[in-house]
């Protein structure tokens, strides 16, 4: 189950450079977690500063 990031987000970069399969991108108006890509790791979840990363 991947990883989805909700609209709390700060657009920070954190947690794209957590990623080790590079799932991670920056969206229109925040980031975002290609789904097909993301392995499920919780890399991204656990550095998000405000806790906008959660498992779908």
Do not use: F, N
């Not at 189950?1 to 590079?22: D, N, Q, R, T």
């Not at 499920?40 to 990363?53: F, L, N, R, T």
């Amino acid at each position: 189950m991947a990883y989805k990031i909700s609209s709390e987000c700060l657009s920070c970069g954190s947690c794209e450079g957590e990623c080790p399969v590079g799932a991670i991108s920056q969206g229109d108006d925040q980031y975002v977690i290609d789904a097909d890509t993301c392995i499920s790791c919780g890399s991204c979840a656990e550095v998000c500063p405000v806790g906008a990363i959660s498992e779908e």
